[in-house]
Nanobody, 121 residues
Framework: VQLQASGGGLVQAGASLRLSCAASGRTFSDHVVAWFRQAPGKEREFVALINWDSTYINYGASVKGRFFISRDNAGNTASLQMHSLQPEDTAVYYC???????????????WGQGTQVTVSS
C-alpha cells in the first residue's frame, strides 16, 4: 500500500481543515488507516484511526471531539476533518496503514510522506 497525504496548509486558530490520504494498492480496504502527527522537537503522536469497515474509530485525547476520521474504500481514500484548530495542532500530519487497530506507530507498516498543518494564533 502506498499512501499520499495532502490538504495541509496555514490557517488561523478556530479554523477547519480537511486532510486527505490517497492510497494505491488493491488491499487498502483490508487495512486500518491512522493519522499521526509530529510537531517540531516532539515525538510522533497518535491522532485517529479507523478500521477497515469504519465500525471502529479511536481518537487521541487531544483531538477528541474536534477531529473526525473517515474513509472511502471504493475511492481508496481516507480523510481527517479537523475543526477548532489551535496553535498546538501545528505539526506534520502523516497517514498510515496497518493490520491492527492500535494507536501505536509500530502497528503501521505503510506511511505517507506527511503534510504540514500550521495554525496561527
Amino acid at each position: 500500500v502506498q499512501l499520499q497525504a495532502s490538504g495541509g496548509g496555514l490557517v488561523q486558530a478556530g479554523a477547519s481543515l480537511r486532510l486527505s490520504c490517497a492510497a494505491s494498492g488493491r488491499t487498502f480496504s483490508d487495512h486500518v488507516v491512522a493519522w499521526f502527527r509530529q510537531a517540531p522537537g516532539k515525538e510522533r503522536e497518535f491522532v485517529a484511526l479507523i478500521n477497515w469497515d469504519s465500525t471502529y474509530i479511536n481518537y487521541g485525547a487531544s483531538v477528541k471531539g474536534r477531529f473526525f476520521i473517515s474513509r472511502d474504500n471504493a475511492g481508496n481514500t481516507a480523510s481527517l476533518q479537523m475543526h477548532s484548530l489551535q496553535p498546538e495542532d501545528t505539526a506534520v500530519y502523516y497517514c498510515a496503514a496497518g493490520r491492527q487497530p492500535f494507536p501505536l506507530m509500530g502497528s503501521y507498516a505503510y506511511w505517507g510522506q506527511g503534510t504540514q498543518v500550521t495554525v496561527s494564533s
